[in-house]
């Protein structure tokens, strides 16, 4: 039968098969090629079909071996050639990009979408006339690069927007795809095995769901005055067990208490020092916004900074620290308070107590100079958790359809905030929803599939087709397998064993 | 603003603990007067009182001015108190107080008063607590000028109690305080006479007569 394909690999003779399983990532795809023994050094492989070349330009030599034939006749070799994406991995790149705000907004002077971010790696990589303009946008994945390899950025960066990498073997160009999208194989094209499908629902999720980080609150929280009693229980101030014999006059040193060491002791420990969270200003428990029943302080999940961030002197945002604000004596040379000023002295707040303790005793002074208590607030922002210590998070979930379990998002950078400002809980949903929308194209249509046509059939890979494997040799009439949804060919790594390789390269 | 760390105007003065000794509540802002000390814990606390809330007789010094808290009138009850002398701020009883103006303690009150002993005024009146304060320094008392008012004289080489007077010159007025001083000089001391004090060799007060 006359064959009117062929296999050229510059420097090497006598070839006589080769089998090429093309695929889509930063990894490069491995053809075997069969040949005589000889000294190798290969830099191209080209297939021709009628005529027609498909060339694939810096081919790297990954290993070759020589065995002897059972038969008795001549031995052969086996070259494994690597396509162009071998160089990927030496290359290196360093940025900080979508980093944000406390309040969880990008910061606008380094907000990258998902096409952005692979333009700075394709071009890292030294590729040009990419394609990136289908990659989804809405969302803006965090890029922390600290001369972490640029491919396996690459990969990550589209592994989280449900994208593929693409090299398009007939524009010798990359191609970013959206998972799930693209033309499917030719059906009734004269193929030599017609397309059988097959649903892997093992791989496919019943349910994608995203986790974002906590929601945040800003909402002043009201300050009470507590002391420690003789049993070492926490107290509010009036109620501890030696605060009858307190004199309205004392806050410094306690001299009515001087009978009783231990008492004076926990009194100069903690009275007037030590204030814990008694609810939100204006009283009650329940946040504005919140929708979680609060029922008691301990489901606020204090942290010690606020929302809002500075740059500092190199442009990084650093975020600001709580504080205290109120109504106090400010140590003044007058007995006179202070209305509605921060606390700028000393202090230290024991988040999951609930409390801020001072340095120096914190009263107010009444029209005659007696101490009184303070009337105090802590700005910082919080999180809710629900009576089963659940936060409140930013959460959606979609149904796929498939058997394979919950595939979970995390995105701990999306997360709402709400303060007397405003929220930010519109933007955080909208970037949730659109990773969902990402993954729910990808798995809008799970049918995997193999074809095989006839000859060497030249074509691109996109979001649909995931592998084309070229077969040929001097024995046999060469032919072409196509693979939708899945990297399915037996003689090369499958796309999940690739990833986790990667995924250990990328410990290393 | 003021930042109530320990930069606030408070830490930057000594303060030293004082114990209300004298069944009575004292404001903020007022003078006391030295009666003894404790230590209490390793710290000195000083005992005070009214000034010549006891008796009569005038004190060079001994003098604190209390801080902006009250002290309450229980007994044990502890405040803070300074010696004023870099600054204090102080109640007084009447009057405008002016830069440089000297005013002191008075028998039976908590306010110092213009033309008595001891401290200088240094600043503007302003209010704290509710009452109207000026800052004061104590400058101490070199001399004061006394009166034979035993109704005979104190003869040269002897000791009396003469009556200590303030206020305008020439029109001077008896400030209620009376001062033991021994007539070092050569002439005696008439009764109804004026003369000044001073305290020489440590602790001793002498009287000279400027009358005859």
Not at chain 2, 42 to 55: F, L
Not at chain 2, 171 to 189: I, K, Q
Request: glycine residues 10%.
């Amino acid at each position: 039968m006359p064959n009117t394909a062929s296999v050229t690999v510059e420097g090497i003779a006598g070839i006589r098969a080769c089998r090429f399983p093309f695929g889509r990532g930063v990894t490069p795809s491995v053809a075997c090629v069969t040949c005589v023994p000889q000294n190798a050094n290969p830099t191209s492989l080209t297939l021709t079909y009628n005529g027609v070349p498909l060339h694939f330009p810096d081919i790297a030599l990954a290993s070759s071996h020589v065995h002897r034939r059972r038969d008795g006749r001549h031995p052969l070799m086996r070259l494994f050639l690597k396509d162009r994406r071998w160089r990927w991995a030496g290359i290196r790149i360093t940025g900080d990009w979508n980093r944000r705000f406390a309040s969880g907004v990008v910061d606008p002077a380094v907000r990258k979408t998902p096409a952005e971010l692979a333009t700075l790696l394709l071009n890292r990589l030294g590729e040009f006339g990419f394609d990136v303009s289908q990659m989804p946008t809405g969302m803006y994945p965090r890029a922390d690069w600290h001369a972490t390899r640029a491919d396996l950025a690459l990969q990550k960066l589209c592994d989280d927007v449900a994208c593929e990498v693409v090299l398009n073997p007939l524009t010798n160009r990359v191609e970013i795809w959206p998972s799930g999208t693209g033309a499917r194989s030719a059906t009734g094209a004269g193929e030599a095995v017609r397309k059988y499908e097959s649903r892997l629902r093992s791989f496919i999720p019943s349910t994608v769901t995203l986790a974002g980080g906590e929601s945040l609150y800003q909402y002043r929280l009201q300050l009470q005055a507590i002391g420690r009693q003789s049993n070492l229980q926490e107290k509010k101030l009036s109620d501890v067990d030696w605060a009858e014999d307190l004199e309205s006059t004392e806050a410094l040193t306690f001299p009515s208490l001087s009978s009783n060491e231990l008492n004076q002791t926990l009194a100069l420990a903690t009275a007037w020092k030590q204030f814990r969270v008694s609810g939100v200003e204006g009283g009650g428990l329940q946040v504005p916004g919140c929708q979680t029943p609060i029922a008691s302080t301990s489901q606020y999940d204090l942290k010690d900074y606020i929302l809002y961030a500075v740059r500092d002197a190199n442009g990084l945002l650093q975020k600001l620290p709580y504080y205290v604000e109120g109504d106090f004596w400010p140590y003044a040379d007058t007995a006179d308070n202070v209305s509605g000023q921060v606390f700028l002295g000393s202090s230290k707040l024991y988040a999951e107590r609930g409390v801020v303790e001072f340095e120096t005793p914190v009263f107010k002074l009444t029209s005659t100079g007696a101490k009184e208590v303070p009337e105090l607030y802590l700005q910082t922002a919080y999180a809710v958790r629900d009576a089963n210590g659940i936060p409140q998070r930013v959460s959606g979930s979609i149904n796929v359809g498939g058997g394979g379990g919950d595939l979970l998002l995390h995105h701990p950078e999306i997360f709402a905030s709400y303060a007397p400002t405003g929220n930010t809980e519109s933007l955080a949903y909208a970037e949730g929803n659109a990773y969902l929308a990402a993954f729910a194209r990808k798995y809008q249509d799970p049918i995997a599939s193999q074809i095989t046509y006839p000859g060497l059939a030249f074509g691109s890979l996109n979001g649909i087709i995931a592998q084309v494997a070229w077969d040929w040799s001097v024995v046999e009439a060469p032919s072409t397998i196509v693979y939708e949804g899945d990297e399915m060919d037996i003689e090369a790594p499958s796309s999940l064993a690739r990833k986790r390789n990667l995924q250990v390269e990328a410990m290393l | 603003m003021i930042p109530a760390d320990r930069s606030a105007p408070f830490f930057r003065k000594g303060w030293v603990r004082v114990k209300n000794d004298s069944g009575a509540e004292i404001p903020p802002h007022s003078v006391v007067l030295i009666t003894g000390s404790e230590s209490t814990d390793g710290e000195t606390v000083y005992t005070v009182i009214q000034p010549n809330a006891a008796s009569t007789d005038f004190n060079w010094n001994g003098y604190l001015i209390t801080g902006p808290f009250l002290i309450g009138a229980a007994d044990g009850d502890e405040g803070i108190a300074t010696t004023a002398t870099e600054s204090a701020l102080a109640r007084f009883d009447t009057g405008s107080p002016a830069l440089k103006d000297v005013y002191g303690p008075k028998h039976g009150q908590l306010t110092l008063s213009k033309g008595y002993h001891g401290f200088e005024v240094i600043g503007s009146t302003t209010t704290s607590a509710g009452y109207s304060v000026v800052p004061v320094r104590w400058i101490g008392v070199n001399e004061v000028l006394i009166k034979n008012e035993t109704g005979s004289s104190i003869a040269a080489g002897s000791s009396g109690t003469f009556n200590v007077y303030i206020g305008t010159a020439g029109s001077e007025t008896d400030s209620g305080m009376d001062l033991t001083c021994y007539n070092r000089s050569s002439v005696s001391f008439a009764t109804a006479k004026f003369g000044a004090a001073g305290r020489l060799n440590g602790s001793s007060v002498y009287g000279i007569p400027w009358q005859t």
